[in-house]
């Protein structure tokens, strides 16, 4: 059984200094436990250097002001803290975790008097997916929940509340043998799985649904300047369930995921093939990787 997270060595920088891991603590009743004030951001270093750093960081502040609080650092304070863990870590390839949260002060859903609360954590992360998976292709199953539209929650915020229904519509497809699951808009759409961003190769052009109502990846970005690079046409359209039958290939990405192809989606069958693997060879290249 792995480690637990709370019983690791090393060092976690919280609230403006250095702490040892297991030291890092919050209190049961903080604010963000009990009504999901809390946002975060998901990285990864390459040789000793975070992958677009400022953009998460510019992000993890953005989703905070989106949950109406302000962080108490700036892109550059984060920054320079994110270096300052890899390197107190002694940590080289690395994910890497800033996330801040309401406290304690206030035990309702007004919190205005709450502290909030930064910290970031790194650790040895080498695939999301693992090697296998990135031969053979993902299993996806479509999940009963959908992502919410966007006058009905903060859906551009990178909030940790918004992973609830991606929690449990992961475990009810691990339950079914799937490896993750794909989530449909409110409209019925297709729109992400539960911690990446998802592409279909119909013919030449790359298609990807709209980020109208989730989380338009940093990774899925880069991915898809990355394409028009390789003379690939991309196409942001909404996408009908029914379309999916339709693609030659079909890959996810996300920094945790990074590029990793899809061999199944319910009863349809994908064979990872050549235009996948050439934009998982791109990004690893962009990235650092090779």
Same mark, same amino acid.
């Given at each position: 059984m792995a480690l637990s997270f709370d019983q690791r060595d090393g060092w976690i920088w919280m609230d403006g200094e250095m702490r040892p891991w297991k030291d890092a603590q919050v209190h049961v009743l903080t604010h963000g436990l009990h009504y999901g004030s809390c946002v975060f951001e998901g990285q990864r270093a390459y040789n000793g250097k975070v992958f677009k750093?400022?953009?998460?960081?510019?992000?993890?502040? %953005?989703?905070?002001?989106? @949950?109406?609080?302000?962080? *108490?650092y700036t892109v550059?304070?984060?920054?320079? =803290? $994110?270096?300052?863990?890899?390197?107190?870590?002694?940590?080289?390839?690395a994910?890497?975790? *800033?996330?801040?949260?309401?406290?304690?002060?206030?035990?309702?859903?007004? =919190?205005?008097?709450?502290?909030?609360?930064?910290?970031? =954590?790194?650790?040895?992360?080498?695939?999301?997916?693992?090697?296998?998976?990135?031969?053979?292709?993902? %299993?996806?199953?479509t999940a009963a929940f959908q992502r919410p539209a966007p006058n009905t929650a903060p859906v551009h915020s990178k909030a940790a509340g918004l992973y609830m229904i991606c929690t449990v519509s992961k475990h009810a497809a691990e339950r079914n043998g799937f490896n993750d699951a794909l989530m449909l808009d409110y409209r019925g759409y297709v729109a992400e799985c539960t911690g990446a961003n998802i592409f279909f190769f119909m013919g030449d052009e790359l298609h990807t649904p709209i =980020?109208? $109502?989730? @989380?338009?990846?940093?990774?899925?970005?880069?991915?898809?300047?990355l394409a028009r690079g390789l003379g690939i046409k991309v196409v942001e359209r909404h996408i009908k369930p029914e379309e999916i039958a339709n693609a030659s290939e079909i890959f996810v990405t996300g920094t945790a995921a990074e590029v990793t192809p899809i061999g199944q989606i319910d009863e349809h069958v994908f064979t990872p093939a050549e235009k996948t693997f050439a934009l998982m060879d791109a990004y690893a290249k962009a990235v650092g990787a090779k």
């Open positions: 750093m400022q953009e998460h960081h510019e992000r993890l502040h %953005k989703s905070g002001e989106l @949950l109406g609080f302000d962080l *108490p550059e304070q984060l920054n320079e =803290a $994110c270096d300052a863990v890899l390197a107190k870590n002694n940590l080289v390839n994910y890497v975790r *800033p996330v801040a949260w309401r406290g304690s002060e206030m035990m309702a859903i007004s =919190a205005q008097a709450t502290t909030i609360h930064v910290a970031i =954590a790194a650790w040895e992360w080498p695939s999301y997916f693992g090697d296998e998976a990135k031969k053979k292709g993902l %299993k996806l199953q =980020a109208d $109502c989730f @989380l338009n990846g940093i990774t899925r970005r880069t991915v898809m300047d």
